[in-house]
C-alpha cells in the first residue's frame, strides 16, 4: 500500500517533460520562423484573365505597407517579379478593363492572380473622339469599342461582320458595292472609315466595303455614330468607323498563326510576328481569305471571293514623348457571282500607307505630322463563262494624298486640338466618261480643311466648342460647327450632350462620271454643280458603369438636307436616263440601349436600337431601314477547360419599295439569327476553336447578303519570346 502514492507521483514526471520539450521547441521555431517570414523575397506573379485563362499585359502591381511599397507591371507573358517583398506584405493589382483586387500576399516564390474582366472599360483609351489619346470616360462624344477580345468572339474574319453586330449599327450590302453599314439610319456611303485615324478611298456606288479588310491585323474598332465632321471632315455625316491595327506586344519577338476551314468552301490562314530591338519595334502580318460568296449577293451558285492581305508598321519610340512610324498595307481581292445566263467579275486592289510622328513642343504642347496615301484600283468585267477575257473590262483608280499637320497642348488653361489637312483627290477611268476631262479620264480636285476645338473646364464638366472650314476647288466652302459638352455626374454616371453639323461633299462619279449600262438599259450622268449634303444633329446620352455592372443609352435626332440622288431625265435614244441631283430632304431619330454584367467568370450583354426615318417629300419611311434591332450575347467557361460564346441577332423588317398608294411593294423580311463559338486552350500556345453561325439556318426572303448556316473550325499559334 506505500508504493501507490510512489506510482502516482512518478507516472507524470515523464510526460510533463515531453510537453515542456514540445513547448519550448514551438516557442524556439516560433522564433526562428518570425524572422524568416518577414525575411524579403523575391516573388514572381502570373496574371490572366479570369474568364479565358490569358495572360494580362500592362496589370499594375503594388506590395507593401505605405513605408515599404514595391511597384511593377506585368508583360507581354502576364508575368512580373517583385523583389524585396515580405510574406506579410498585402498585393494589388489594376489593369484597364479589369476589377480591380487586393489580398493579403500568399506564401511561395510564384503567385497567381486571376482578373474578372468589366463589362466596359472606360479607363481604357480611344483616340476617334477628340484625334488623341484620352480615356473612354473623358470623351465627350459617347464611343463604343470593339475590342480584339470581342472581335475573336464573333469568329469572324472580315471587318464587316465584326461591325454590322454592334449597337445601332445595320449592314447595308450590294454588289459590287459589297458590305457596308449604316449608323442612325443614315446610310453606308455617308459614314466615314479610317484606318488608324486616316480615310481610305475604294467606295464603288458610294459603299466602303468593310469585309474587304481582315481582322487579324485588328487590335480594336471604336464606333462614333452621328456627325463628326468638325473633327473628320466629308463623309463623317452618320459617324465615323476607326480602325486601330495591332501593335507589338511587351516582348522580344511574338509570333501567331491560324488555319481556318469552313462549310461554303471558307478558307482562311493568317501569320503574324513582331519582333522589338531597343526603341524598334516591328509588326508585320499576311493572309489568304477565299470564301464561296460574294458581298451583297444572296445566290452562291458561282459565287467567289478570294483575298490576299500584306501589313507592315516600323515603330521608333526613344520615350514615351517622341516617336515615328510607317505603315503600309495591301488587299488583292477577286470577286465573282452569277448575273443572269452569265458572270460578273470585281478585280480589286487596296493600298494605303502612312507616315507619321509625335513631337512635343515643350510643356503640354505636341505636334503631330502625317503623310497619306490611299488608293483603290476597280476592274469590272462580264463573261459568259466563270473566266474573265484578259484584257476587257472598265478600270477605274481613286487615289488620295493628304498632308495632316495635328496640334494638341493647352493654352490658357483650355484643352486645345487643332490642325490643318490638305488634299488632292484624283480619279481615272478607262472608258473615258469622265466630264470634264481633257481626255475624258482622269480628273483632280485639291481641298483645304482647317479645325479646330476647345476644351473647357475638365474635371467633372467640360465643354467642347469646335468647327471645320472646308474649301474645295470645284464646289466652294462649308463651316461644320459643334458643341459638346461632358458631366460626370457622379464616380458611376456620366452625361453627354451634342449638336453639330455634318456634311458631305459630292464625290467624283456624282460630279463627272458619265455611266453607260446598255446591257440594262440605263445610263447615269454626273452634275458638276452638285452642293454638299449637309445633316444638322443632336445627341443625348447616358453611360452608368459600376464594377460589373453597365448601361448606356443614347437618343439622337438628325435633319438632313440636299441628298444627293439619281433622278430620271427625258430622253428620246430608248435608255432610261438618270441624272445626280441635291433633291432629297429626310430625317432620322431614335435611341440605343446598351446593358452588360459580369458574373464570376462569365458576361453577358444586351443591345436594343429603336429607329424612326422619314422622307419629307413623301412622308414614308426611308428604304432599307430597320425600325427594331436587337443584340445579346453571353459568353463564359463550360467544362474541360472550354469556353463558349453565344450570340443573337435580330433585324426588324424593312420596306424597299412602295407603290402608289404609299404602302410597301417589296419588304425585305425580319432576321433573327444565333452564332455559336467553342474555344478550348491548348498546350504549347494553341487553341481550337469551333463554331457555327446562323445556326439554325435562317433565310428571310429580300436580304442582300448571303445568310446560310457555316460551320468552321480553326486552329491558331500564339508565342511570345522574352522581354525586351
Not at 513 to 533: H, K
Amino acid at each position: 500500500m506505500h508504493h501507490h502514492p510512489s506510482l502516482r507521483v512518478a507516472r507524470p514526471a515523464p510526460l510533463c517533460a515531453v510537453t515542456a520539450l514540445a513547448a519550448l521547441t514551438l516557442v524556439a521555431f516560433a522564433l526562428v520562423a518570425a524572422p524568416l517570414a518577414a525575411q524579403p523575397r523575391t516573388t514572381v506573379v502570373r496574371v490572366t484573365d479570369a474568364a479565358t485563362g490569358r495572360p494580362v499585359s500592362g496589370a499594375e502591381l503594388r506590395v507593401g505597407t505605405p513605408d515599404h511599397v514595391v511597384r511593377a507591371r506585368t508583360d507581354a507573358r502576364g508575368l512580373a517579379r517583385l523583389p524585396g517583398v515580405r510574406a506579410t506584405d498585402s498585393l494589388r493589382v489594376r489593369a484597364v478593363g479589369y476589377v480591380a483586387t487586393a489580398a493579403p500576399l500568399p506564401a511561395g516564390d510564384t503567385v497567381s492572380v486571376r482578373l474578372a474582366a468589366v463589362p466596359l472599360a472606360l479607363d481604357q483609351l480611344v483616340v476617334t473622339a477628340a484625334r488623341r489619346p484620352q480615356r473612354l470616360a473623358d470623351a465627350v462624344v459617347t464611343t463604343e469599342v470593339v475590342s480584339r477580345r470581342e472581335i475573336e468572339q464573333t469568329g469572324a474574319s472580315d471587318l464587316a461582320s465584326v461591325v454590322a453586330e454592334q449597337t445601332g449599327v445595320q449592314a447595308q450590302a450590294g454588289t459590287p458595292s459589297g458590305a457596308g453599314v449604316m449608323l442612325q439610319g443614315i446610310g453606308a456611303e455617308r459614314v466615314l472609315v479610317l484606318l488608324d485615324g486616316q480615310p481610305l478611298v475604294g467606295r464603288i456606288s458610294g459603299n466602303f466595303d468593310l469585309s474587304r479588310l481582315p481582322t487579324a491585323m485588328v487590335e480594336r474598332v471604336e464606333v462614333v455614330r452621328g456627325p463628326q465632321s468638325t473633327l473628320y471632315g466629308s463623309e463623317a455625316m452618320g459617324g465615323v468607323v476607326n480602325i486601330i491595327t495591332r501593335t507589338a506586344p511587351d516582348a522580344r519577338w511574338s509570333g501567331t498563326a491560324t488555319l481556318l476551314g469552313g462549310t461554303g468552301g471558307r478558307r482562311d490562314g493568317t501569320l503574324g510576328a513582331t519582333l522589338t530591338r531597343g526603341d524598334w519595334s516591328a509588326v508585320a502580318g499576311a493572309g489568304l481569305r477565299t470564301t464561296h460568296r460574294a458581298p451583297g449577293v444572296a445566290d452562291e451558285a458561282g459565287a467567289l471571293a478570294d483575298r490576299g492581305d500584306g501589313s507592315l508598321t516600323l515603330r521608333w519610340a526613344p520615350d514615351s514623348a517622341r516617336s515615328a512610324e510607317v505603315s503600309a498595307l495591301v488587299v488583292d481581292e477577286r470577286q465573282r457571282w452569277r448575273s443572269g445566263p452569265g458572270y460578273q467579275f470585281a478585280d480589286n486592289v487596296q493600298t494605303a500607307a502612312r507616315l507619321t510622328a509625335s513631337m512635343p513642343l515643350g510643356g503640354t504642347h505636341r505636334l503631330t505630322p502625317t503623310l497619306h496615301l490611299s488608293r483603290f484600283d476597280h476592274l469590272s468585267r462580264a463573261a459568259q463563262g466563270p473566266v474573265p477575257v484578259a484584257g476587257t473590262g472598265d478600270r477605274q483608280r481613286q487615289q488620295l494624298l493628304e498632308a495632316e499637320l495635328l496640334y494638341a497642348g493647352r493654352l490658357a488653361g483650355a484643352a486645345v486640338d487643332a490642325g490643318v489637312e490638305a488634299r488632292r483627290e484624283s480619279i481615272s477611268s478607262s472608258d473615258g466618261r469622265i466630264r470634264g476631262a481633257e481626255d475624258g479620264r482622269a480628273r483632280t480636285l485639291h481641298s483645304a480643311e482647317p479645325f479646330a476645338q476647345v476644351e473647357l473646364g475638365g474635371g467633372a464638366w467640360s465643354v467642347v466648342p469646335g468647327a471645320r472650314l472646308t474649301w474645295n476647288e470645284q464646289w466652294g466652302s462649308r463651316l461644320t460647327p459643334r458643341v459638346a459638352t461632358r458631366w460626370r455626374a457622379t464616380d458611376a454616371l456620366t452625361l453627354r450632350l451634342s449638336t453639330g453639323r455634318g456634311f458631305r461633299a459630292p464625290d467624283f462619279k456624282e460630279l463627272y462620271l458619265d455611266f453607260l449600262n446598255d446591257a440594262a438599259g440605263y445610263a447615269v450622268s454626273g452634275n458638276p454643280d452638285l452642293r454638299p449634303e449637309t445633316s444638322d444633329n443632336v445627341t443625348a446620352g447616358a453611360e452608368w458603369s459600376a464594377g460589373r455592372l453597365y448601361a448606356r443609352t443614347q437618343l439622337y435626332w438628325n435633319r438632313l438636307h440636299d441628298f444627293i440622288e439619281a433622278r430620271p431625265v427625258a430622253s428620246d435614244d430608248g435608255l432610261q436616263h438618270f441624272a445626280y441631283a441635291n433633291v432629297a430632304e429626310a430625317r432620322t431619330a431614335g435611341a440605343d440601349l446598351e446593358l452588360g454584367v459580369v458574373l464570376g467568370r462569365s458576361r453577358a450583354e444586351a443591345a436594343y436600337s429603336y429607329l424612326d426615318t422619314e422622307d419629307r417629300a413623301t412622308g414614308l419611311a426611308l428604304l432599307g431601314r430597320a425600325p427594331h434591332s436587337a443584340r445579346a450575347t453571353l459568353s463564359g467557361p463550360l467544362l474541360a477547360g472550354v469556353r463558349g460564346t453565344l450570340t443573337g441577332l435580330y433585324t426588324g423588317s424593312a420596306p424597299l419599295a412602295y407603290d402608289v398608294t404609299g404602302r410597301a411593294a417589296r419588304e425585305r423580311e425580319a432576321f433573327a439569327r444565333a452564332d455559336v463559338r467553342l474555344a478550348r486552350a491548348l498546350p504549347r500556345g494553341l487553341e481550337l476553336v469551333v463554331g457555327v453561325d446562323n445556326l439554325f439556318d435562317a433565310r428571310p426572303a429580300q436580304w442582300e447578303a448571303a445568310v446560310a448556316r457555316r460551320l468552321y473550325t480553326a486552329l491558331s499559334w500564339t508565342a511570345l519570346g522574352g522581354v525586351p
